[in-house]
């Protein structure tokens, strides 16, 4: 499969524990990006990286999110000390131009 | 900042032919994708235009006015399967690669 892949696929934590996601884009995509989505929403932009220098991060995203692509490969991202207002589904998308969008990874927090 | 306009909710009969709006208003332009997503899966890539006018691919087609902000996707022959959100996102100019969805249109299709 040379889809974009993450992992792990669900993630059930409590309040103001740390998760990390990651991400394998398309091996030769070099623009990589983080959305979120909530129910019935649209996907909402929050970090993209072009190899591996991230380009432009969302002002909604607080200080508490982190994201790194180590080498321009694979791309995690981190939340520290979720709330639950971090429940939702966290995508990352590879593209060429278009976005080509993992099955995501859904993050529940008690 | 970009604003994105989609009906929230349409119905269609399997069969017939629906045609989904979206207006949009960005810091320059790069293009115009759009996405279907099912409930609970990722969003897949159905079209994407650059340039003015109609692309057809299949049962679906797209048409993109950059200078009215105006964009439709037009799903032919309807069927139970189509019933999906799908997803308007303009791309902003400025060097900006990034995709801005909008709330999504739900489709209904019934027999």
């Known amino acids: 499969d040379t889809g974009v892949s993450q992992n792990p696929r669900h993630k059930i934590t409590k309040r103001g524990q740390n998760v990390t996601f990651r991400c394998d884009p398309i091996s030769e995509h070099n623009r990589l990006y983080w959305y979120r989505q909530t129910l019935g929403q649209g996907p909402e932009f929050l970090t993209y990286f072009q190899n591996e220098a991230q380009l432009e991060k969302s002002r909604l995203l607080s200080d508490r999110f982190s994201a790194e692509r180590p080498k321009g490969s694979f791309s995690t991202l981190e939340i520290q000390r979720t709330e639950q207002g971090d429940s939702a589904m966290y995508l990352c998308a590879s593209s060429s131009p278009e976005l080509f969008f993992g099955e995501g990874s859904r993050l529940t927090v008690l | 900042g970009q604003n994105i306009d989609q009906p929230t909710e349409m119905t269609a009969t399997e069969g017939a032919i629906v045609q989904i709006n979206c207006t949009y208003q960005?810091?320059?332009?790069?293009?115009l994708f759009w996405y279907q997503q099912h409930a609970g899966e990722a969003p897949t890539f159905l079209s994407y235009n650059v340039l003015d006018g109609l692309e057809e691919k299949g049962r679906f087609s797209s048409f993109l006015s950059r200078s009215k902000g105006y964009s439709y996707l037009l799903l032919k022959e309807l069927q139970m399967k189509d019933s999906a959100s799908y997803l308007c996102a303009p791309k902003g100019g400025g060097g900006s690669y990034i995709p801005t969805f909008g709330r999504g249109t739900s489709l209904i299709v019934h027999p």
């Open positions: 960005t810091s320059g332009f790069n293009g």
